[in-house]
């Protein structure tokens, strides 16, 4: 099955950046995408941005104009560049897939992914 392995995750000063890295293994849909959830303590995992794999992106607005999600298409892998961060970013960030023709009504809901990585802690000090 597929595998996903995030990394990138730290502790950053508010308005300093990270860039957060996804590489999929065993990788089998030919289309797909890839969406960046975050979860912080205490609070419901929430969608961040989202990838397809003909190059599309989709953002939640909190992070619109600050996070840019891109792929290497060769590696496999894909990635979240953040940066202004805020210490409301904070919190375990994961990378899932979706295989097929994913459509912008599921895009954005975690329950419709086929399979997550184990995050990657962010965190940001104010």
């Known amino acids: 099955q597929v595998q996903l392995v995030e990394s990138g995750g730290g502790l950053v000063q508010a308005g300093g950046s990270l860039r957060l890295s996804c590489a999929a293994s065993?990788?089998?849909?030919?289309?797909?995408?890839m969406g960046w959830f975050r979860q912080a303590p205490g609070k419901e995992r929430e969608f961040v941005a989202a990838?397809?794999?003909?190059?599309?992106?989709y953002y939640a607005d909190s992070v619109k104009g600050r996070f840019t999600a891109s792929r290497d298409n060769a590696k496999n892998t894909v990635y979240l560049q953040m940066n202004s961060l805020k210490p409301e970013d904070s919190g375990v960030y994961y990378c899932?897939?979706?295989?097929?023709?994913?459509?912008?009504?599921?895009?954005?809901?975690?329950?419709?992914?086929?399979?997550w990585g184990q995050g990657t802690q962010v965190t940001v000090s104010s």
């Open positions: 899932a897939i979706k295989g097929g023709v994913v459509l912008m009504t599921v895009i954005t809901t975690a329950g419709h992914y086929d399979y």
């Open positions: 990838i397809w794999s003909v190059g599309s992106t």
């Open positions: 065993k990788l089998t849909f030919t289309n797909y995408a």
